[in-house]
DNA sequence: ACCTGAACACCGTTCAAGT
DNA sequence: ACCTGAACACCGTTCAAGT
Protein backbone atom coordinates (compact mmCIF):
# COMPACT_ATOMS: atom_id res chain seq x y z
CA UNK A 1 0.00 0.00 0.00
CA UNK A 2 3.01 2.42 0.69
CA UNK A 3 5.17 1.35 -2.16
CA UNK A 4 1.36 1.41 -4.14
CA UNK A 5 0.71 5.50 -3.33
CA UNK A 6 4.81 6.05 -2.97
CA UNK A 7 4.69 4.98 -6.79
CA UNK A 8 1.69 7.04 -7.61
CA UNK A 9 3.09 10.40 -6.24
CA UNK A 10 5.93 10.04 -7.97
CA UNK A 11 4.39 9.54 -11.31
CA UNK A 12 2.26 12.60 -10.41
CA UNK A 13 5.42 14.55 -9.73
CA UNK A 14 7.03 13.58 -12.52
CA UNK A 15 4.20 14.40 -15.35
CA UNK A 16 0.88 15.27 -13.60
CA UNK A 17 -2.18 13.95 -13.42
CA UNK A 18 -2.49 12.45 -16.99
CA UNK A 19 0.62 10.28 -16.14
CA UNK A 20 -1.17 8.33 -13.72
CA UNK A 21 -2.19 5.67 -15.22
CA UNK A 22 -3.40 1.89 -13.62
CA UNK A 23 -1.08 0.79 -16.51
CA UNK A 24 1.96 3.36 -16.05
CA UNK A 25 1.33 2.44 -11.69
CA UNK A 26 1.39 -1.38 -12.46
CA UNK A 27 4.34 -1.48 -14.66
CA UNK A 28 6.42 0.98 -12.02
CA UNK A 29 5.76 -1.27 -9.30
CA UNK A 30 6.29 -4.82 -11.71
CA UNK A 31 3.14 -5.90 -11.22
CA UNK A 32 -0.68 -6.16 -13.00
CA UNK A 33 -2.77 -3.45 -13.37
CA UNK A 34 -5.54 -5.76 -10.94
CA UNK A 35 -3.33 -5.34 -8.23
CA UNK A 36 -3.64 -2.27 -7.27
CA UNK A 37 -7.62 -2.69 -7.16
CA UNK A 38 -6.77 -5.07 -4.60
CA UNK A 39 -5.40 -1.42 -2.45
CA UNK A 40 -7.87 0.75 -3.63
CA UNK A 41 -11.32 0.62 -5.48
CA UNK A 42 -10.96 2.69 -8.07
CA UNK A 43 -9.11 6.13 -9.74
CA UNK A 44 -10.87 8.66 -7.14
CA UNK A 45 -9.65 6.67 -4.25
CA UNK A 46 -6.40 6.29 -5.77
CA UNK A 47 -6.32 10.16 -5.97
CA UNK A 48 -7.67 10.95 -2.84
CA UNK A 49 -5.07 8.69 -0.89
CA UNK A 50 -2.21 9.67 -3.28
CA UNK A 51 -2.79 13.72 -2.01
CA UNK A 52 -3.05 12.79 1.56
CA UNK A 53 -0.12 10.67 0.97
CA UNK A 54 1.34 14.33 -0.14
CA UNK A 55 -0.18 16.40 2.41
CA UNK A 56 2.10 14.36 5.07
CA UNK A 57 4.97 15.96 4.02
CA UNK A 58 3.71 19.39 4.45
CA UNK A 59 5.85 20.85 7.43
CA UNK A 60 3.52 22.42 9.99
CA UNK A 61 5.34 25.74 10.44
CA UNK A 62 4.18 25.79 14.14
CA UNK A 63 5.95 23.03 15.29
CA UNK A 64 9.38 24.45 15.85
CA UNK A 65 7.38 27.34 17.85
CA UNK A 66 3.99 26.47 18.52
CA UNK A 67 2.72 29.90 18.30
CA UNK A 68 3.10 33.19 18.17
CA UNK A 69 1.18 36.43 19.84
CA UNK A 70 -0.52 36.73 16.97
CA UNK A 71 -3.20 34.38 15.84
CA UNK A 72 -2.94 36.01 12.18
CA UNK A 73 0.57 35.73 11.69
CA UNK A 74 0.14 32.24 12.32
CA UNK A 75 -3.24 31.94 9.79
CA UNK A 76 -0.53 33.16 7.61
CA UNK A 77 2.05 30.90 8.10
CA UNK A 78 0.00 27.98 7.66
CA UNK A 79 -1.38 29.13 4.62
CA UNK A 80 1.98 30.22 2.84
CA UNK A 81 2.92 26.48 3.76
CA UNK A 82 -0.46 24.69 1.99
CA UNK A 83 0.15 27.51 -1.13
CA UNK A 84 4.06 26.07 -1.20
CA UNK A 85 3.18 22.64 -1.21
CA UNK A 86 0.74 22.84 -4.11
CA UNK A 87 2.98 25.06 -6.39
CA UNK A 88 5.68 22.14 -5.93
CA UNK A 89 2.77 19.74 -6.89
CA UNK A 90 0.03 21.23 -8.62
CA UNK A 91 -1.74 18.04 -8.66
CA UNK A 92 -2.44 18.50 -4.93
CA UNK A 93 -5.18 21.07 -5.92
CA UNK A 94 -7.95 19.47 -7.28
CA UNK A 95 -7.93 16.59 -4.97
CA UNK A 96 -7.46 17.95 -1.51
CA UNK A 97 -9.93 17.66 1.46
CA UNK A 98 -12.14 16.42 -1.12
CA UNK A 99 -12.57 13.61 1.03
CA UNK A 100 -11.71 13.56 4.55
CA UNK A 101 -12.82 10.43 4.99
CA UNK A 102 -9.25 8.75 3.53
CA UNK A 103 -7.52 11.95 3.96
CA UNK A 104 -6.58 12.10 7.59
CA UNK A 105 -3.48 14.07 6.98
CA UNK A 106 -5.61 16.53 5.01
CA UNK A 107 -8.17 16.42 7.71
CA UNK A 108 -4.55 17.21 10.44
CA UNK A 109 -3.21 20.14 8.39
CA UNK A 110 -6.99 22.02 8.29
CA UNK A 111 -7.16 21.42 11.87
CA UNK A 112 -3.76 22.93 12.25
CA UNK A 113 -4.77 25.61 9.79
CA UNK A 114 -7.87 26.49 12.41
CA UNK A 115 -6.39 26.35 15.68
CA UNK A 116 -5.21 30.45 15.31
CA UNK A 117 -8.67 31.29 14.44
CA UNK A 118 -9.69 29.88 18.34
CA UNK A 119 -7.17 32.48 19.62
CA UNK A 120 -9.39 35.47 17.92
CA UNK A 121 -12.48 36.96 18.94
CA UNK A 122 -14.84 35.15 16.29
CA UNK A 123 -18.05 33.13 16.80
CA UNK A 124 -17.58 29.17 15.86
CA UNK A 125 -19.76 30.18 12.28
CA UNK A 126 -17.13 33.29 11.50
CA UNK A 127 -14.06 30.56 12.39
CA UNK A 128 -15.42 28.42 10.12
CA UNK A 129 -15.89 30.94 7.29
CA UNK A 130 -12.79 32.02 7.81
CA UNK A 131 -10.65 29.09 7.35
CA UNK A 132 -12.84 28.04 4.30
CA UNK A 133 -12.13 31.27 2.93
CA UNK A 134 -8.52 31.11 3.20
CA UNK A 135 -8.32 27.38 2.11
CA UNK A 136 -10.24 28.65 -0.84
CA UNK A 137 -7.52 31.59 -1.72
CA UNK A 138 -5.24 28.82 -1.32
CA UNK A 139 -6.49 26.33 -3.50
CA UNK A 140 -7.69 28.65 -5.63
CA UNK A 141 -5.10 30.55 -6.80
CA UNK A 142 -2.68 27.90 -7.02
CA UNK A 143 -5.76 26.08 -9.12
CA UNK A 144 -5.27 28.56 -11.68
CA UNK A 145 -1.64 28.49 -11.36
CA UNK A 146 -1.30 24.77 -12.08
CA UNK A 147 -3.98 25.08 -15.31
CA UNK A 148 -2.27 28.14 -16.63
CA UNK A 149 0.33 26.01 -17.42
CA UNK A 150 0.24 24.69 -21.14
CA UNK A 151 2.21 22.24 -23.33
CA UNK A 152 3.90 25.58 -24.61
CA UNK A 153 5.90 25.81 -21.90
CA UNK A 154 5.88 22.82 -20.24
CA UNK A 155 8.52 21.58 -23.53
CA UNK A 156 10.51 24.66 -23.14
CA UNK A 157 9.37 25.60 -26.14
CA UNK A 158 8.20 29.24 -24.95
CA UNK A 159 9.15 30.71 -21.51
CA UNK A 160 6.77 32.35 -19.19
CA UNK A 161 7.55 35.60 -19.77
CA UNK A 162 7.06 35.30 -23.59
CA UNK A 163 3.72 33.14 -22.76
CA UNK A 164 2.44 36.27 -20.59
CA UNK A 165 3.46 39.00 -23.37
CA UNK A 166 1.57 37.33 -26.09
CA UNK A 167 -1.66 37.87 -23.69
CA UNK A 168 -0.48 41.51 -22.77
CA UNK A 169 -0.32 42.15 -26.62
CA UNK A 170 -3.69 41.07 -27.37
CA UNK A 171 -5.36 43.09 -24.34
CA UNK A 172 -3.34 45.83 -25.48
CA UNK A 173 -4.58 46.27 -28.87
CA UNK A 174 -8.58 46.04 -27.52
CA UNK A 175 -10.41 49.40 -27.78
CA UNK A 176 -9.61 51.28 -24.26
CA UNK A 177 -13.17 53.17 -24.21
CA UNK A 178 -14.46 49.73 -23.53
CA UNK A 179 -11.95 48.02 -21.63
CA UNK A 180 -10.58 50.48 -19.00
CA UNK A 181 -9.75 48.22 -16.79
CA UNK A 182 -7.70 45.80 -18.61
CA UNK A 183 -5.90 48.59 -20.33
CA UNK A 184 -5.26 49.63 -16.80
CA UNK A 185 -3.89 46.37 -15.39
CA UNK A 186 -2.17 45.01 -18.81
CA UNK A 187 1.22 46.05 -17.57
CA UNK A 188 0.99 44.14 -14.12
CA UNK A 189 -0.47 41.37 -15.97
CA UNK A 190 2.37 41.20 -18.32
CA UNK A 191 5.16 40.54 -15.06
CA UNK A 192 2.80 39.36 -12.74
CA UNK A 193 4.23 37.02 -10.21
CA UNK A 194 2.08 34.49 -9.21
CA UNK A 195 3.08 34.06 -5.57
CA UNK A 196 2.94 37.98 -4.93
CA UNK A 197 -0.54 37.45 -6.34
CA UNK A 198 -1.40 35.10 -3.75
CA UNK A 199 0.39 36.90 -0.98
CA UNK A 200 -1.65 40.10 -2.18
CA UNK A 201 -5.22 37.52 -1.98
CA UNK A 202 -4.60 36.28 1.65
CA UNK A 203 -3.17 39.68 2.92
CA UNK A 204 -6.75 41.07 2.17
CA UNK A 205 -8.45 37.80 3.18
CA UNK A 206 -6.51 38.19 6.80
CA UNK A 207 -7.00 41.88 7.03
CA UNK A 208 -10.89 41.71 6.59
CA UNK A 209 -10.59 38.76 9.01
CA UNK A 210 -8.41 41.23 11.86
CA UNK A 211 -11.33 43.87 11.50
CA UNK A 212 -13.77 41.25 12.03
CA UNK A 213 -12.14 39.82 14.71
CA UNK A 214 -11.38 43.45 16.35
CA UNK A 215 -7.88 42.99 17.11
CA UNK A 216 -5.44 45.29 16.71
CA UNK B 1 -19.98 26.41 -34.92
CA UNK B 2 -23.37 28.05 -32.74
CA UNK B 3 -24.99 24.70 -33.15
CA UNK B 4 -21.88 22.87 -31.92
CA UNK B 5 -21.10 24.60 -29.13
CA UNK B 6 -24.93 24.58 -27.87
CA UNK B 7 -25.19 21.03 -27.89
CA UNK B 8 -21.97 20.82 -26.39
CA UNK B 9 -23.38 23.05 -23.68
CA UNK B 10 -26.70 21.44 -23.38
CA UNK B 11 -24.37 17.89 -22.34
CA UNK B 12 -22.51 19.92 -19.80
CA UNK B 13 -25.52 21.10 -18.35
CA UNK B 14 -27.37 17.71 -18.35
CA UNK B 15 -24.81 15.46 -17.05
CA UNK B 16 -21.73 17.56 -15.96
CA UNK B 17 -18.00 17.50 -17.67
CA UNK B 18 -17.80 13.40 -18.28
CA UNK B 19 -20.77 13.39 -20.50
CA UNK B 20 -18.84 15.71 -23.50
CA UNK B 21 -17.37 13.20 -25.69
CA UNK B 22 -17.05 13.71 -29.38
CA UNK B 23 -18.87 10.82 -30.10
CA UNK B 24 -22.26 12.02 -27.85
CA UNK B 25 -21.61 15.35 -28.80
CA UNK B 26 -21.58 13.89 -32.71
CA UNK B 27 -24.54 11.74 -31.73
CA UNK B 28 -26.60 14.56 -30.83
CA UNK B 29 -25.63 17.24 -33.51
CA UNK B 30 -26.52 13.87 -36.13
CA UNK B 31 -23.09 14.27 -37.27
CA UNK B 32 -19.71 12.47 -37.36
CA UNK B 33 -16.87 12.63 -35.00
CA UNK B 34 -14.54 13.96 -37.71
CA UNK B 35 -17.04 16.93 -38.38
CA UNK B 36 -16.50 18.87 -35.08
CA UNK B 37 -12.97 18.66 -35.46
CA UNK B 38 -13.38 20.42 -38.66
CA UNK B 39 -14.77 23.69 -36.19
CA UNK B 40 -12.60 22.78 -32.85
CA UNK B 41 -8.71 21.76 -33.10
CA UNK B 42 -8.84 19.51 -30.02
CA UNK B 43 -11.26 19.00 -26.74
CA UNK B 44 -9.48 21.37 -24.40
CA UNK B 45 -10.57 24.51 -26.92
CA UNK B 46 -14.44 22.30 -27.12
CA UNK B 47 -14.22 23.23 -24.08
CA UNK B 48 -12.52 26.81 -23.75
CA UNK B 49 -15.19 27.58 -26.03
CA UNK B 50 -18.25 26.06 -24.62
CA UNK B 51 -17.14 27.77 -21.09
CA UNK B 52 -16.78 31.02 -22.82
CA UNK B 53 -20.24 30.60 -24.84
CA UNK B 54 -22.05 29.89 -21.69
CA UNK B 55 -19.98 33.22 -19.69
CA UNK B 56 -21.89 35.44 -22.68
CA UNK B 57 -25.52 34.37 -21.10
CA UNK B 58 -24.02 35.96 -17.80
CA UNK B 59 -26.35 38.72 -16.56
CA UNK B 60 -24.27 42.11 -16.20
CA UNK B 61 -25.47 43.49 -13.01
CA UNK B 62 -24.41 46.40 -13.90
CA UNK B 63 -26.71 46.87 -17.13
CA UNK B 64 -29.83 48.56 -15.35
CA UNK B 65 -28.48 50.59 -12.94
CA UNK B 66 -24.82 51.49 -14.53
CA UNK B 67 -22.85 51.97 -11.46
CA UNK B 68 -23.53 52.73 -7.51
CA UNK B 69 -22.31 55.14 -5.82
CA UNK B 70 -20.75 52.64 -3.75
CA UNK B 71 -17.14 50.63 -5.85
CA UNK B 72 -17.74 47.88 -3.20
CA UNK B 73 -21.01 47.28 -3.52
CA UNK B 74 -21.18 47.04 -7.05
CA UNK B 75 -17.79 44.37 -6.72
CA UNK B 76 -19.79 42.57 -4.19
CA UNK B 77 -23.01 42.39 -7.13
CA UNK B 78 -20.74 40.98 -9.94
CA UNK B 79 -19.06 38.48 -8.18
CA UNK B 80 -22.23 37.15 -6.65
CA UNK B 81 -23.33 37.10 -10.47
CA UNK B 82 -20.53 34.87 -11.38
CA UNK B 83 -20.91 32.79 -8.33
CA UNK B 84 -24.61 32.16 -8.80
CA UNK B 85 -23.74 31.62 -13.25
CA UNK B 86 -20.56 28.91 -11.61
CA UNK B 87 -23.14 27.09 -9.39
CA UNK B 88 -25.71 26.30 -12.06
CA UNK B 89 -23.18 25.43 -13.90
CA UNK B 90 -20.18 23.51 -12.13
CA UNK B 91 -18.31 22.87 -14.70
CA UNK B 92 -17.93 26.05 -15.75
CA UNK B 93 -15.00 26.76 -12.90
CA UNK B 94 -12.23 24.37 -14.32
CA UNK B 95 -12.59 26.13 -17.70
CA UNK B 96 -13.50 29.62 -16.66
CA UNK B 97 -10.75 32.31 -17.86
CA UNK B 98 -8.14 29.49 -19.00
CA UNK B 99 -7.40 31.10 -22.30
CA UNK B 100 -8.64 34.39 -23.15
CA UNK B 101 -7.55 34.11 -26.77
CA UNK B 102 -10.67 31.95 -27.25
CA UNK B 103 -12.83 33.52 -24.38
CA UNK B 104 -13.92 36.80 -25.49
CA UNK B 105 -17.11 36.72 -23.10
CA UNK B 106 -14.73 35.78 -20.06
CA UNK B 107 -12.41 38.76 -20.73
CA UNK B 108 -15.77 41.02 -21.16
CA UNK B 109 -16.95 39.60 -17.65
CA UNK B 110 -12.97 40.59 -15.97
CA UNK B 111 -13.35 43.63 -17.55
CA UNK B 112 -16.92 44.49 -15.95
CA UNK B 113 -15.58 43.06 -12.72
CA UNK B 114 -12.60 45.25 -12.82
CA UNK B 115 -13.78 48.01 -13.37
CA UNK B 116 -15.18 49.07 -10.23
CA UNK B 117 -11.68 49.40 -9.12
CA UNK B 118 -10.74 52.30 -10.95
CA UNK B 119 -12.90 53.98 -8.96
CA UNK B 120 -11.19 53.38 -5.39
CA UNK B 121 -7.84 55.04 -4.43
CA UNK B 122 -5.55 52.42 -5.69
CA UNK B 123 -1.93 51.46 -7.56
CA UNK B 124 -2.80 49.46 -10.54
CA UNK B 125 -1.33 46.59 -9.22
CA UNK B 126 -3.47 46.93 -6.70
CA UNK B 127 -6.33 46.62 -8.26
CA UNK B 128 -5.03 44.18 -10.27
CA UNK B 129 -4.71 41.83 -7.26
CA UNK B 130 -7.80 42.90 -5.76
CA UNK B 131 -9.87 41.34 -9.01
CA UNK B 132 -7.68 38.14 -9.10
CA UNK B 133 -8.27 37.80 -5.36
CA UNK B 134 -12.15 38.26 -5.77
CA UNK B 135 -12.29 35.88 -8.97
CA UNK B 136 -10.05 33.20 -6.85
CA UNK B 137 -12.47 33.55 -4.34
CA UNK B 138 -15.72 33.32 -6.94
CA UNK B 139 -14.20 30.38 -8.57
CA UNK B 140 -12.48 28.46 -5.78
CA UNK B 141 -15.13 27.85 -3.14
CA UNK B 142 -17.68 27.24 -6.42
CA UNK B 143 -15.27 24.78 -7.81
CA UNK B 144 -15.08 22.70 -4.64
CA UNK B 145 -18.62 23.34 -4.11
CA UNK B 146 -18.98 21.95 -7.72
CA UNK B 147 -16.42 18.86 -6.81
CA UNK B 148 -18.55 18.41 -3.76
CA UNK B 149 -21.04 16.71 -4.93
CA UNK B 150 -20.57 12.60 -4.79
CA UNK B 151 -22.60 10.31 -7.14
CA UNK B 152 -24.78 8.93 -4.40
CA UNK B 153 -26.42 12.63 -4.10
CA UNK B 154 -27.03 13.21 -7.91
CA UNK B 155 -28.19 9.76 -7.93
CA UNK B 156 -31.18 10.98 -5.11
CA UNK B 157 -30.10 7.74 -3.36
CA UNK B 158 -28.64 9.96 -0.41
CA UNK B 159 -29.36 13.55 0.42
CA UNK B 160 -27.08 16.33 0.94
CA UNK B 161 -27.72 17.09 5.03
CA UNK B 162 -26.76 12.87 5.10
CA UNK B 163 -24.38 13.44 3.28
CA UNK B 164 -22.64 16.16 5.75
CA UNK B 165 -23.77 14.50 8.88
CA UNK B 166 -21.57 11.38 8.05
CA UNK B 167 -18.87 13.63 7.65
CA UNK B 168 -19.64 15.32 10.67
CA UNK B 169 -19.69 12.09 12.71
CA UNK B 170 -17.29 10.92 12.10
CA UNK B 171 -15.78 14.82 12.73
CA UNK B 172 -17.39 14.59 16.46
CA UNK B 173 -15.21 10.75 17.09
CA UNK B 174 -12.17 12.67 17.48
CA UNK B 175 -10.04 13.41 20.30
CA UNK B 176 -11.09 16.81 21.55
CA UNK B 177 -7.74 17.72 22.67
CA UNK B 178 -6.21 16.48 19.39
CA UNK B 179 -8.74 18.44 17.19
CA UNK B 180 -10.07 21.56 19.10
CA UNK B 181 -10.57 23.62 15.98
CA UNK B 182 -12.51 20.93 14.58
CA UNK B 183 -14.66 19.86 17.05
CA UNK B 184 -15.39 23.60 17.36
CA UNK B 185 -17.14 24.13 13.58
CA UNK B 186 -18.12 20.25 13.33
CA UNK B 187 -21.96 21.90 14.24
CA UNK B 188 -21.27 24.44 11.58
CA UNK B 189 -20.15 22.20 9.30
CA UNK B 190 -23.36 20.09 9.55
CA UNK B 191 -25.84 22.27 8.87
CA UNK B 192 -23.36 24.93 5.99
CA UNK B 193 -24.46 26.35 3.32
CA UNK B 194 -22.52 26.69 0.30
CA UNK B 195 -23.99 30.69 -0.53
CA UNK B 196 -23.24 31.78 3.21
CA UNK B 197 -19.58 30.53 3.01
CA UNK B 198 -19.19 32.23 -0.47
CA UNK B 199 -20.63 35.26 1.11
CA UNK B 200 -18.81 35.28 4.16
CA UNK B 201 -15.28 34.46 2.22
CA UNK B 202 -15.96 37.44 -0.56
CA UNK B 203 -16.96 39.35 2.33
CA UNK B 204 -13.41 39.27 4.04
CA UNK B 205 -11.84 40.10 1.03
CA UNK B 206 -14.11 43.09 0.06
CA UNK B 207 -13.74 44.16 3.89
CA UNK B 208 -9.61 44.25 3.44
CA UNK B 209 -10.04 46.08 0.17
CA UNK B 210 -12.21 48.81 1.45
CA UNK B 211 -9.81 48.85 4.49
CA UNK B 212 -6.60 49.17 1.78
CA UNK B 213 -8.62 51.90 -0.28
CA UNK B 214 -8.97 53.51 2.63
CA UNK B 215 -12.56 54.48 1.77
CA UNK B 216 -15.32 54.40 4.61
C1' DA C 1 -15.22 24.22 -48.00
C1' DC C 2 -17.29 20.89 -45.34
C1' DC C 3 -18.44 16.21 -43.89
C1' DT C 4 -17.82 10.96 -42.88
C1' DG C 5 -16.64 6.97 -40.02
C1' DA C 6 -13.32 3.23 -39.71
C1' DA C 7 -8.98 2.75 -37.41
C1' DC C 8 -5.42 3.65 -33.85
C1' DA C 9 -3.60 4.06 -29.44
C1' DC C 10 -4.98 4.71 -25.41
C1' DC C 11 -8.08 4.61 -20.92
C1' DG C 12 -10.59 2.55 -16.20
C1' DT C 13 -12.56 -1.52 -14.66
C1' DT C 14 -13.81 -6.46 -14.29
C1' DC C 15 -13.05 -11.22 -13.53
C1' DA C 16 -11.83 -16.02 -14.05
C1' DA C 17 -7.81 -18.00 -12.85
C1' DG C 18 -3.83 -18.60 -10.30
C1' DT C 19 -0.51 -18.80 -5.67
C1' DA D 1 -4.94 -13.18 1.41
C1' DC D 2 -2.85 -11.52 -2.49
C1' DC D 3 -1.63 -11.38 -7.35
C1' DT D 4 -2.20 -11.83 -12.70
C1' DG D 5 -3.35 -10.16 -17.33
C1' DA D 6 -6.62 -10.90 -21.04
C1' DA D 7 -10.99 -8.85 -22.17
C1' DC D 8 -14.60 -5.23 -22.28
C1' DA D 9 -16.46 -0.89 -23.09
C1' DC D 10 -15.14 3.19 -23.52
C1' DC D 11 -12.07 7.50 -24.76
C1' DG D 12 -9.57 11.55 -28.01
C1' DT D 13 -7.55 11.98 -32.33
C1' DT D 14 -6.25 11.03 -37.18
C1' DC D 15 -6.96 10.48 -41.97
C1' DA D 16 -8.10 8.66 -46.46
C1' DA D 17 -12.11 9.24 -48.73
C1' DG D 18 -16.13 11.46 -50.06
C1' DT D 19 -19.45 15.81 -51.55
Given at each position: ?24 L ?11 Y???S ?22 G ?15 I ?6 V ?24 K ?10 T ?6 AVS?I ?5 G??A ?37 F ?23 T ?8 G?G
Amino acid sequence: MEAVLGAAVALLDEAGAPALTFRALAARLGTGVGTIYWYVSNKDELLDRATDHAIGGVPAPAEGQPQSDDPIADLRAMAIALFDAIVDRPWLSAYFMRNTDVQGNSLRLYEKLGQPTLRLDLTPRQRFHAVSAITSVVVGTAADLGAEIPPEILDGTMDRDAYLARFAEQWRSLDSAEFPFVQEIVDEFAGHDDRDQFLAALELTLSGLRLQAGTG
